[in-house]
Each structure stands twice: as structure tokens, then as C-alpha cells.
């Protein structure tokens, strides 16, 4: 799976994750249907949002974003449906060409601790996915530990 074939499918699992609960929102708070669409909504989209962070700090390495555009790809998840016109700003700006960086060039970012760990990972991919679904588990269980976003 190529960077810009992730990086996609995790943003418009995002974005389905946001109307899976604002759907839920609305049956709650106009409908008055209950809670389980809020809580499984809320559930599926607090475990992509953090997928999506994830796999733009992932991809943002591998492409040699910088901070800025790497916060900026994060941050878009924030916003409701965000993600789309990011990826297809992303997609024609040729942010998301390319192949995972499995070796080091001579590009000076390709010399950072960062890109040397991503790289040793990359050609580790079971251990690598291992790694991802295990931080993804530990921080969505913190998080839940702490309780839902305004509390209660």
C-alpha cells in the first residue's frame, strides 16, 4: 500500500467516522433516540481520529512534509469532514507522490533519527503494524480512561 493510497483511506475513514456521529448526535439530541449512536459513533471515530493523526505523522515523514504541513494535516481532522479537502489538496499539490522511503538518499531529511527508525521499520512490516496497532490500543485507552471529550 503506497503512502498516498493510506493516507487516503484513512481520511475518508475519518470523515465517515464524523457523520457516523454527528448521525448519532442528532438521534440523541433531536430524536431522542438514546445513546448508542453516540457511544458507538464516538467510539469508531475517536479510534480513526487517532489513526488518521498517526498516519499523517507517518506519511508527513516519509514525504518530507515538515512540521508545519504535518501539524496542519493533523489538525485537519479536528474539523468535520476536513480530511477530504486536505487529501485532495495534498493529491494535487504532489504532497503524496511516492513510494515508502525504504532506503536513505542523499536528501539531508533522509538523515534525521526519524527517518532512519521509519525506514528500519518500513522493512519490518509485521513488526511495524504491530507497533501501530499497539499504540493506537494504548492511546485510545488512555484516553478512554479519562473520559469522553467535556466529560460526563
Known sequence: MS????????????AITWALLIAGMLGKYVLQVGELGVQVGGFLHGLVFIA????????????????KLTAIAVATSIVPFGTIP????????????????RTRTDDPRDHTRVSA????????????????????GA?????????PPGGA
Open 3 to 14: 503512502p498516498r493510497l493510506l493516507f487516503r483511506s484513512v481520511a475518508i475513514a475519518e
Open 52 to 67: 488518521f493523526a498517526m498516519t499523517a505523522l507517518l506519511v508527513g515523514v516519509n514525504q518530507h512534509w515538515g512540521p
Open 86 to 101: 486536505l487529501d485532495r489538496g495534498l493529491e494535487k499539490n504532489g504532497h503524496l507522490d511516492g513510494d515508502w522511503r
Open 117 to 136: 527508525l521509519l525506514r528500519w521499520m518500513l522493512v519490518r512490516p509485521v513488526l511495524f503494524a504491530a507497533v501501530l496497532v499497539i499504540g493506537l
Open 139 to 147: 492511546v485510545m485507552a488512555v484516553l478512554l480512561t479519562l473520559g
